[in-house]
């Protein structure tokens, strides 16, 4: 019965070492060498037991990696000095036979003893780790390079637990925040005692919607520091969960150099807008001087009629009445193109978006031109507009755009035999498009890929600044509209294309 059981317990034992898919081995303390190995060693690393036996005090130099030796010899040192029961972990590199190293981690426990008790051999099962080591290798060198480039572009982190309300910054964000790194001291309280509050709030309630949506959230806001300058803080969040914990991570960086050249770019946009604005303005200061002229030249005549009456003793009411009605008509007329001369003429990039009509538009913009068109005996023809059509938008600005567009026909045409302009309005489910067609043959196709670009003109010297089609591309698509030239007509055709409203708030330019 014994003996069976006896045999039945080395089956088992064979069994299962068969089946480990580690490296299991004796090592002798005294001799420092293996006295037993199971086959899984030769089969990993190509060495019979035999074979590393016979390299006796050589074995480390010839199977360890150099700089793991003074490591594994200390930690042979300690294994003499564990407890039955203990283990002990070890990680080195081993060489197998044909040069490549393999990455081990070995758990070591006490194998025999002496009648003294002392530890005579270990007994080892040596894992290969290779991928986890390539793993841990790799995953170093991207945290290294990620730590590079936040460093670069002076970027801090920050990790907050959502559960527990804690959170952790790096010491960049210390820096950017102009806060002192102080163990007892909570971050985000100095941060709301140096931000904007209103930034703040904004903020708080940004965080608090991607916890609980469990969505990224981006934020500006702005903190002032020690000196008094005021900086802009951008933020970028991203939520994680975990099983044990719910986590948000993220990154913030100083952007009031970059804030404060979009805002230096946005006032030379503004400079060159109103420059624009100005030349357009310049051109049509005849067409314009004619338009206040002829008006002036009624309210002169009545005038001198009214005095010749009153001369003359011949002071009729209803001529009187008449001529009064006159004036007053005229006068009107006068001040809507004073008016409209004034609007135009201000700077319109931040005004609110609000809704008018387009045929008021279209009308306030074509008080400029009129009389002009007329003198040099241009045909404008505008087509039916719905007097309940509106859009939202900044008057000034699309009416700046429709004036750059009439201005560009009237030159393209002004010496032609046949010189018309139409304005065309189709209304389409959530926007409008606005057409200007002139009688010119059309725009080149080479000239057409570059109109668009800043400063290209096709004026003689002095006729033009090329930021017109340019500056109204632009606001265009602060508008979420275009302008683009139609290919597909005869003649030189643009096309404002404008939705009808603004759902978000439209880029400033």
């Keep these: 019965m014994g003996k069976k059981q006896l045999q039945d317990e080395a089956a088992i034992l064979e069994k299962i070492n068969n089946a480990i898919s580690d490296s299991i081995y004796i090592f002798d303390l005294k001799e420092e060498n293996l006295i037993w190995l199971n086959k899984r060693g030769p089969e990993l690393y190509g060495y019979t037991l035999e074979e590393i036996r016979r390299m006796g005090s050589e ?79 790799t995953q170093k060198k991207t945290i290294e390079k990620l730590n590079l480039s936040l460093s670069a572009a002076k970027m801090g982190t920050w990790e907050w637990d959502v559960e527990k309300n804690q959170l952790l910054w790096d010491q960049r964000m210390y820096e950017i925040h102009g806060v002192p790194n102080i163990p007892s001291m909570n971050p985000l309280d100095e941060v709301w005692k140096r931000s904007n509050r209103e930034d703040m709030e904004i903020v708080n ?160 913009t074509l008080e400029f031109c009129r009389t002009r068109f007329y003198n040099h005996g241009v045909e404008i023809e505008v087509g039916k507009i719905d007097e309940e059509l509106e859009v939202e938008c900044r008057l000034i600005q699309i009416e700046q755009v429709l004036l750059n567009l009439l201005n560009n026909s009237f030159d393209a045409i002004q010496y032609l035999e046949n010189k018309w302009i139409r304005i065309s309005v189709k209304e389409l489910v959530d926007s409008v498009e606005i057409t200007v067609t002139d009688s010119g043959p059309g725009i080149p196709s080479d000239i057409a890929n570059q109109m668009m670009l800043p400063f290209f003109t096709t004026k003689e010297v002095g006729k033009g600044t090329g930021l017109g089609l340019s500056i109204s591309a632009g606001i265009m698509r602060a508008h979420k509209g275009s302008l683009s030239l139609n290919h597909n007509s005869a003649n030189t055709s643009f096309v404002i294309h404008l939705p009808k409203w603004q759902q978000e708030e439209a880029l400033n330019y």
Aim: net charge negative; aromatic share 8%.
């Design 59 to 137: 074995y480390y130099a010839r199977t360890m990696h150099p700089d793991d030796i003074p490591s594994l010899r200390e930690g042979v040192a300690k294994s003499r000095n564990l407890k039955d029961g203990e283990v002990m972990s070890l990680e080195y590199r081993f060489k197998d036979r044909d040069g490549k190293y393999h990455w081990h981690s070995d758990r070591i426990t006490v194998f025999s003893r002496n009648e003294a008790g002392e530890v005579t051999a270990i007994l080892g099962v040596a894992t290969d780790i290779n991928d986890r080591k390539e793993f841990e290798e």
């Design 205 to 364: 309630m940004k965080v608090q919607e991607a916890a609980e949506k469990h969505q990224d959230f981006y934020v500006t806001y702005r903190v002032t520091h020690e000196n008094q300058e005021v900086h802009h803080i951008r933020c970028y969040g991203k939520y994680l969960s975990h099983e044990s914990s719910q986590r948000m991570y993220g990154v913030a960086w100083d952007s009031t150099e970059e804030i404060l050249t979009e805002q230096q770019i946005n006032e030379a946009k503004a400079k060159l807008i109103s420059a624009a604005k100005m030349a357009a303005l310049g051109e049509m200061s005849g067409g314009i001087a004619h338009e206040i002229n002829n008006p002036l030249t009624v309210i002169q005549a009545r005038a001198f009629q009214l005095s010749q009456m009153v001369e003359n003793g011949k002071t009729d009411p209803e001529k009187i009445k008449q001529a009064a009605e006159s004036i007053s008509r005229t006068a009107d007329k006068i001040a809507r193109i004073i008016k409209s001369l004034r609007s135009f003429a201000r700077e319109g990039a931040y005004d609110p978006f609000e809704v008018v009509s387009l045929k008021q538009i279209i009308d306030e």
